[in-house]
């Protein structure tokens, strides 16, 4: 009897499968690299995206840099990222643009707001 109990208990306890895992933190590991370790990371969103053959999510991501040699490396991340050819398993990077760009002068800072559009490759 206990150890029915002690099965029936353990069935009720077991975690449900965790959901699949989708490609956002290779690509903002990537995007980050492509980048420099003098960006920083400011914020990310992801929303789902289809069209009549395609599915997947658009990623709005913006990142920082902050100082004269750092804002240098931004302007190359600008001219970069739209034919940087990323690496995510099982999955396309249909596009990557930068949206928006913000700069302050005093101290030197330049915010940058990408968007990239990642497919399913199935």
Known sequence: MQSELV???????VPAKAPARGPWLRLLSE???LAGSEAELLSH???DWASATFSGARHTIAVAFEGAEAVVKGEAF??????????????????AAVTSVEHRQAPPRM????????????
């Open 7 to 13: 099965r029936e208990m353990r069935q009720a306890f």
């Open 31 to 33: 995007v980050l690299g």
């Open 111 to 122: 915010t940058v707001h990408v968007e990239v559009l990642v497919l399913v490759d199935c």
């Open 78 to 95: 600008i001219g970069a990222l739209p034919d940087h050819e990323f690496t995510v398993p099982r999955h396309l990077v249909a596009d």
């Open 45 to 47: 969103a992801e929303r």
